[in-house]
């Protein structure tokens, strides 16, 4: 716009200011709000946010260090000071995915987006991907794991997808699935093995580099114990050479990650550009979840909620539950899974253990919805007092729910 224009532009504003205009087709008079819809009543009361113990599969509680790390004055998104936490951060998510990878970040968004950000930078149109169900599948869940190998193997010479996804700690149906070897079979087979431990990161081990992980994410608010909203993402020299020499821009300008690498500053150019506003206070409340990893230690991590699970399996079986997974090794140790007790009403149980405990379990998630209840104790929630605590609630709920005819 020319200059002149601009400023008289500007004159005519303080002319005219809005308190002093009259009658309009927008129906502004002098001394009368333009606002039809009032302030809803429920802004004008104070928020509630109750305690709850979140034993769920996620969000878990977290600790008041984090909470604090959180709600700490903002800084811009482009100082120097941020991008040096974003450095802090970067290095913790490396110690935490046991990568040396550069391509390593927090996405601005929950688990989801960084699934997104894997798909959309990788997977050109009519290329193909290749994905591992293994939602449940109850008793048999050993024997399609020993098989799996075999199946990937098939699919991938059938399909010759770009892309193979697995998720680690399927949280709907309590299993932690086998990496080892996965990685070698697929670059057999020039794919790429992209790795979802959204559930599983902190609590049961996993070696990007080592397991030869091309793509890996997991989401801040499970054991990581940060608040739900930002998502580490590390990505192999490999999956880099596929996604920096793409003939297609992803569908996804937010998520593409030619932009996302230089505001990480892993692009090797000495300027960062403005790209979108991360949060700040996510970022922050993240970074404090990784130090707090990094001082416990990682197979620490790993030995602890191990110890915890078991013992929380233990007490359920003492209770006559019967555990979905029945092979141990395959047992997720943040996320446990129950089969339904027969003759009880799932939502009842949860219903009456949240309203007498204050305690968050959930039912199962897609194909195992009213199959299991679901208990996660993940970093701060996992030690075996909230174990106990959680045992106890689930004996009061079976005594105080009485079984349904059904
Ligand atoms: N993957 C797994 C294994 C999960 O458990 C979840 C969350 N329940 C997600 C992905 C999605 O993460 P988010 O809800 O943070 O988007």
């Given at each position: 716009?020319?200059?002149?224009?601009?400023?008289?532009?500007?004159?005519?504003?303080?002319?005219?200011?809005?308190?002093?205009?009259?009658?309009?087709?927008?129906?502004?008079?002098?001394?009368?709000?333009s606002?039809?819809?009032?302030?809803?009543?429920?802004?004008?009361?104070?928020?509630?946010?109750?305690?709850?113990?979140?034993?769920g599969?996620?969000?878990?509680?977290?600790?008041?260090?984090?909470?604090?790390?959180?709600?700490?004055?903002i800084?811009?998104h482009?100082?120097?000071?941020?991008?040096?936490?974003m450095?802090?951060?970067?290095?913790?998510?490396?110690?935490?995915?046991?990568?040396?990878?550069?391509?390593t970040?927090?996405?601005?968004?929950?688990?989801h987006?960084?699934?997104?950000?894997?798909?959309?930078?990788?997977?050109e149109?009519?290329?193909?991907?290749?994905v591992?169900?293994?939602?449940?599948?109850g008793?048999?869940?050993?024997?399609i794991?020993?098989?799996?190998?075999?199946?990937?193997?098939?699919a991938?010479a059938?399909?010759?997808?770009?892309?193979?996804?697995?998720?680690?700690?399927?949280?709907s149906?309590?299993?932690?699935?086998?990496?080892?070897?996965?990685?070698?079979?697929?670059?057999?087979?020039?794919?790429?093995?992209?790795?979802?431990?959204?559930?599983?990161l902190g609590?049961?081990?996993?070696l990007?580099?080592?397991?030869?992980?091309?793509?890996?994410?997991t989401?801040?608010?499970?054991?990581?114990?940060?608040p739900?909203?930002?998502?580490?993402?590390?990505?192999?020299?490999?999956?880099?050479?596929?996604?920096?020499?793409?003939?297609?821009?992803?569908?996804?300008?937010?998520?593409?990650?030619?932009?996302?690498?230089?505001?990480?500053?892993?692009?090797?150019?000495?300027?960062?550009?403005?790209?979108?506003?991360?949060p700040?206070?996510?970022?922050?409340?993240?970074?404090?979840?990784?130090?707090?990893?990094?001082?416990?230690?990682?197979?620490?991590?790993?030995?602890?909620?191990?110890?915890?699970a078991?013992?929380?399996?233990?007490?359920?079986?003492?209770?006559?539950?019967?555990?979905?997974?029945?092979?141990?090794?395959?047992r997720?140790?943040?996320?446990?899974?129950?089969a339904?007790?027969?003759?009880?009403?799932?939502?009842?149980?949860?219903?009456?253990i949240?309203?007498?405990?204050?305690?968050?379990?959930?039912?199962?998630?897609?194909?195992?919805?009213?199959m299991?209840?679901?208990?996660?104790?993940?970093g701060?929630?996992?030690?075996?007092?909230?174990?106990?605590?959680?045992l106890?609630?689930?004996?009061?709920?079976?005594?105080?729910?009485?079984?349904?005819?059904?």
């Amino acid at each position: 716009m020319p200059r002149s224009v601009l400023s008289r532009c500007a004159r005519l504003t303080q002319q005219v200011p809005l308190e002093s205009a009259r009658s309009t087709k927008h129906g502004v008079h002098r001394g009368m709000s333009s606002v039809t819809i009032p302030p809803p009543a429920c802004m004008l009361r104070p928020l509630e946010a109750p305690f709850r113990y979140l034993f769920g599969p996620g969000p878990s509680n977290v600790p008041p260090r984090v909470l604090a790390a959180g709600g700490r004055p903002i800084i811009g998104h482009m100082h120097s000071e941020m991008f040096g936490i974003m450095n802090d951060i970067k290095k913790g998510i490396q110690y935490a995915f046991q990568t040396s990878n550069n391509m390593t970040l927090a996405m601005s968004g929950s688990g989801h987006t960084a699934m997104e950000c894997a798909v959309f930078n990788i997977v050109e149109p009519g290329e193909s991907v290749l994905v591992a169900i293994n939602g449940i599948w109850g008793e048999r869940v050993a024997e399609i794991a020993e098989r799996m190998a075999f199946y990937i193997l098939q699919a991938l010479a059938k399909h010759k997808p770009v892309l193979f996804f697995l998720t680690h700690g399927e949280s709907s149906s309590g299993l932690v699935h086998p990496v080892d070897g996965v990685g070698d079979i697929c670059h057999k087979y020039n794919c790429l093995l992209l790795v979802d431990s959204v559930a599983s990161l902190g609590a049961a081990p996993l070696l990007m580099d080592q397991q030869n992980i091309d793509i890996l994410y997991t989401g801040s608010q499970k054991a990581l114990n940060a608040p739900p909203g930002t998502a580490p993402i590390s990505f192999s020299e490999r999956a880099c050479h596929k996604m920096f020499n793409r003939k297609t821009k992803p569908v996804s300008y937010l998520l593409d990650m030619t932009h996302l690498s230089n505001y990480w500053g892993n692009d090797g150019k000495p300027q960062r550009i403005y790209h979108h506003t991360g949060p700040v206070s996510g970022f922050f409340a993240l970074r404090e979840s990784l130090a707090i990893l990094a001082e416990t230690g990682l197979e620490n991590s790993w030995k602890h909620h191990t110890e915890v699970a078991e013992y929380l399996w233990k007490g359920l079986e003492d209770l006559g539950l019967k555990l979905f997974i029945k092979d141990k090794d395959l047992r997720l140790p943040s996320v446990t899974t129950i089969a339904i007790p027969e003759g009880y009403n799932w939502k009842e149980l949860l219903a009456y253990i949240m309203k007498h405990h204050q305690i968050e379990f959930t039912g199962g998630l897609g194909p195992s919805v009213g199959m299991v209840l679901r208990i996660g104790l993940m970093g701060y929630n996992c030690n075996k007092a909230n174990a106990a605590m959680a045992l106890a609630a689930l004996e009061d709920a079976l005594k105080q729910c009485r079984k349904s005819k059904a």
